[in-house]
C-alpha cells in the first residue's frame, strides 16, 4: 500500500486446480491510498528467485445521490372543496425520483 506499509500473505491452491492469494486489506486504507502493488516473489529448486509484480488504482463511491422532484398536487396547486372531497378525502401526491435511487427506496 502506499505510505510504506507492507503485507505479508503466500501463495494458496485454488478450487479450480490454479493458484492464488488473497489479502485481507483494511477498505478505509484502500480508500484513503488508492494505489496498491501485489508482488509475488519465486523460488525454484535451483535457487533462482524471480519477482514479478503489478499495480492498481482502485476507485471508490462512497456517497449515494438521490434526487426527488414534486409533481403539480392539482392544476393550480390549490387545494379547493371539491378536491379535498374527491376520491375519500385523499389527494395524492407523486414526483419523481433519479440517481441512486432504486425501486422499494422509501419516500417520506
Known sequence: ???????????????????????PVNSHKLVTHPEFTVSVTS???????????????????????SYITIDDVT?????????????????TISGTVSGDAKEHDTVQ
Open 1 to 23: 500500500l502506499k505510505g510504506g506499509e507492507v503485507i505479508h500473505s503466500v501463495v494458496i491452491a485454488l478450487a479450480g486446480g490454479g493458484l492464488g492469494y488473497s489479502i
Open 43 to 65: 523460488t525454484d529448486p535451483a535457487g533462482n528467485s524471480i519477482t514479478h509484480s503489478e499495480t492498481k488504482t482502485i476507485s471508490a463511491d462512497l456517497y449515494t445521490q
Open 75 to 91: 392544476a393550480d396547486n390549490f387545494i379547493n372543496i371539491k378536491e379535498s372531497t374527491d376520491n375519500h378525502g385523499k389527494t
